[in-house]
């Protein structure tokens, strides 16, 4: 259950901007767009406030602080990420509270807050909201400031019971995700210039290195050459997740201009992708509709990610900061 923000105005609700995309998502997902309309004003109470910054995220390219998440293994689930602007732990787990989001594992806090002393975040923390029928997930991403790179990467190793891969390499720690409520913890790194035995390297810290080659292919078709030796683009992400029990999920990430191009590009592939897959990507569709003609290379479209976990079949994940109705 929510709690009142004393900082959000009586009657404040969803900023102008996001009134038509909003929309788009009710007539999809009515039940879970009215729990979000409950939620964003409070996750960004700071940002919606008078005064607040809107446009100054790190979360997308525009600047815009909420990103709308989708998941070709659960279309039915509304998900996004959003930046609220927070700079310190009390006021984030003030912020956390009022969600009523469960309550979160000592440990990784503690672990973030050691690793904000040693330098200086950007960000400082993002929050991923899940709504599905009746349920709702918060994740909390915990950003690892450059200068805690190698105190991150010894958690890490901690974390997933596994040492540090490539090492000789230029790469980092960048977040801790932490999920309440399956004790899941991620982590975040990315690699640059990374190179395609590299991947198998990455994949074997999460005992995936057999699937190296079905991953390069599945990348190879999304880039519309084949993936030989290095990769496309300068940056890759990766991740780990692992809870408690089960096996270590593994994801590649880019930046989804890094595999297909310009803005109406981006859209146009990402469906020709869906259709070929069988992927529910209709409200995809219908929420990046005003994007379908433009060629910006700043990019409303965020991250794309290919994730494997045990034997089950690859699954993509892809993000997009939602425009309005008159962008194009």
């Known amino acids: 259950m929510l709690s009142p923000d004393p900082t959000v105005p009586v009657g404040g609700g969803l900023p ?55 998941a070709t293994h659960d279309p039915l689930s509304l998900r996004y990420t959003v930046d609220p602007g927070v700079q310190d732990l009390p006021e984030l787990l003030a912020l956390w509270h009022r969600l009523g989001a469960p309550t979160l594992p000592s440990e990784p806090l503690e672990t973030a807050q050691a690793l904000w002393q040693q330098g200086q975040p950007r960000f400082h923390a993002f929050i991923g909201v899940r709504h599905r029928q009746a349920e709702d997930r918060f994740k909390l991403y915990l950003e690892v400031p450059e200068q805690a790179a190698s105190a991150a990467e010894a958690y890490a190793s901690g974390v997933l019971e596994c040492p540090g891969v490539l090492p000789n390499r230029p790469q980092r720690v960048e977040m801790i995700g932490v999920d309440p409520t399956d004790g899941r913890i991620e982590i975040y790194g990315r690699i640059t210039d990374m190179m395609s035995h590299e991947v198998g390297t990455v994949l074997w810290r999460g005992g995936l290195a057999h699937r190296k080659a079905e991953l390069l292919e599945l990348l190879s078709l999304c880039f519309g050459f084949p993936v030989q030796r290095d990769l496309p683009g300068s940056v890759f992400g990766y991740s780990y997740a692992r809870a408690p029990t089960g096996p270590v999920a593994v994801t590649l990430y880019t930046h989804a201009r890094t595999l297909f191009g310009r803005e109406g590009s981006i859209r146009s592939s990402l469906l020709s992708l869906g259709r070929r897959y069988g992927w529910d990507l209709g409200l995809y569709a219908d929420l990046s509709a005003p994007l379908a003609n433009l060629a910006d290379l700043t990019t409303r479209h965020t991250m794309f990610g290919i994730t494997l976990v045990g034997d089950a079949p690859p699954t993509v994940s892809f993000g997009l900061a939602p425009p309005e109705e008159s962008c194009g």
């Open 16 to 70: 102008p901007t996001l009134s038509w995309a909003h929309a788009v998502i009710s007539r999809w997902l009515p039940a879970e767009a009215a729990r979000m309309a409950e939620v964003l004003p409070v996750a960004l109470a700071r940002r919606l406030t008078s005064g607040g910054d809107w446009g100054g995220s790190t979360l997308t390219m525009p600047g815009d602080p909420l990103e709308i998440a989708f």
